[in-house]
């Protein structure tokens, strides 16, 4: 398995879940609704594996 190829969806989904994580525990306690919001976004980022990544132009010279 090559880890290059999930990167992309891997920071997406670490940078949206501590985003979200850091708001709802703004307050120290996390409730059901926050955590849903914190699930939703990881969520939503690995929709980015749908994506493909881009090819390096520069790899064919």
Partial sequence: MRIAR???????????????????MGDDVLTATEGITVALAVLG????????????????R
């Fill in 45 to 60: 980022a690995l929709g980015v594996y749908v994506v493909p990544n881009a090819s390096d132009p520069e790899a064919g």
């Fill in 6 to 24: 999930y990167a992309k969806t891997i920071v997406a989904a670490v940078v949206a879940g501590g985003v979200a994580l850091t708001v709802a």
